[in-house]
Each structure stands twice: as C-alpha cells, then as structure tokens.
C-alpha cells in the first residue's frame, strides 16, 4: 500500500522539488553580480526608507544581505517556508480525498486493508515525501553555499529544521479537513488559503505590538528562525507543539476517515 502511494505521488513531488531548487539556483547564479559594482550600498540605502517593522517581518534587521546566506536568512527562507507548507498542505488535502473524488475508493475497498491501514500507509507517504524533499533541498543549499563564500554551517543547519515544523502541521491539519470534504477543487482552495492566510497573520504580528496575539493563530510561528538566527537553536517548545499537532490531526483524521460514508 505504501509502495503504491509512493509511486502515485512522486511526479508532483519532483515537480515541486524542481521548482524550489530552480528559484534557488537563479538566485545563486545571479546574487554575485547583485552585490558587485557598489550595488550592495544601494540596496543598504533602500532598505533605510523602510519602517523598523517591515525589516522586523522579512529579518532584515538582523540579517545582511551581503551574500547569498544573508539573502536566505532574510527573505530567502520565506520562500522555502511557503513553497514547503504550500506542497505539503495540497498535498495532505488531497492523498486521501483523491480516491473518493476519482471514484478508485471502490478498488481499495476490494482490497484486504482496513480503513486504518489506508489512513496510515497514506498519512505515512507524506512524511515521507515532506522528509525527503527537506533533505534534498539541504543538500543542494549546501553544495551551493560551500561554492558561493563563508556562512555559518550551525545557523544554516539550524534553519534547514525549521520548514518541517510548519509544513508537517500544515499537511497534518490538510489531512483532516479533507475527511470532511468530498471533492479535491474545494480542498485545493481550503488547503492555499490556510497557508497564505497563516503567513499573514505571522507577518502582521511583527508589524505592531496591539496584534502580537496573531503569532498564535500562525503555523509559522512554530518555525520561530528569528530565535535560530539570533541564539542558534531550536526553541524546543514549538518543536513539542508539533508533534503534538501532527498526532492530533492524524489520529482525528484516522477517527474521522473510519467513520465517513462514501457516495
């Protein structure tokens, strides 16, 4: 069963997998010349004309972009936190939903696997893709660095942890909303909305003191890379919190799915 969702999902997993490593790349062949020829200097002077809080939302108060590491850890990261939980998101709103909506839930069902067995097998293939595309991307980020100029290997090794928080939450908590869904055009929208809705809220709590409490409401909050840019560490609690989440939404998701009757 498993074999059988690995195989199923691999072509989207390559093509979203391409398309982080292909911004990423242009960005690395292109940042060279970005800093050269007194560039850096007026980029400096542009991001003055910026609010403390704009800088706050995109780290640019405690990053440089003075190479391709200080890109990343401003706003480069930002792209792999949203590529990541965007991937991992339509991916857990649709692994389930997409038997029921292309009518193969009745293959399965002739199959000798329990409603559990499918939940899991399937739940399972995700973290697995998650895993691995978070590795491969490590890899390549690397490779590119080493080649690019001097960064610090703990902060970047630190940061390369931080998408599986949120985007394991974001596939876990997708999972379960599909259970109620009978269709993946709805989840598709549901699954985009939640991860660009999280972002803001995570941006808007930056911006001003009185919306603090937003942070919570925030996905991306458990990534928390201010604190690994700033102590070199992982805070510890958001890293319990998810795992707390993703039990939650994959235990509710099995409970749910063993209970839901199919049209």
Do not use: H
């Amino acid at each position: 069963m498993l074999k059988r969702e690995l195989k199923i999902n691999f072509k989207s997993f390559i093509i979203w997998i391409s398309i982080l490593i292909g911004l990423f790349l242009f960005v690395y062949l292109l940042y060279p010349s970005i800093i050269s020829n007194g560039n850096l200097g007026q980029i400096d002077e542009m991001m003055r004309l910026f609010p403390e809080e704009v800088l706050k939302s995109f780290n640019l108060d405690i990053a440089i972009m003075d190479s391709a590491f200080g890109w990343i850890k401003s706003e480069g990261w930002i792209f792999v936190l949203l590529l990541m939980g965007v991937y991992s998101s339509l991916l857990g709103g649709t692994i389930l939903l997409k038997e029921e909506s292309d009518k193969t839930i009745e293959y399965l069902g002739c199959l000798p696997v329990s409603r559990k067995q499918i939940v899991l097998s399937k739940t399972l293939c995700g973290y697995i893709y998650i895993i691995i595309m978070n590795i491969i991307f490590f890899i390549f980020n690397l490779i590119a660095l080493k080649l690019s100029g001097d960064f610090d290997i703990k902060v970047f090794i630190l940061l390369s942890i931080t998408p599986l928080l949120s985007s394991t939450v974001l596939y876990s908590l997708s999972l379960f909303i599909s259970t109620f869904m009978r269709k993946t055009k709805k989840i598709t929208a549901i699954c985009l909305g939640i991860t660009f809705a999280s972002y803001l809220l995570n941006i808007f709590s930056t911006i001003s003191t009185q919306v603090d409490f937003l942070k919570y409401l925030s996905v991306f909050t458990l990534c928390d890379i201010r604190n690994v840019i700033l102590n070199e560490k992982i805070n510890i609690l958001m890293l319990i919190i998810t795992i707390i989440l993703n039990l939650v939404f994959v235990k509710l998701s099995e409970y749910k799915y063993q209970r839901k009757e199919f049209v």
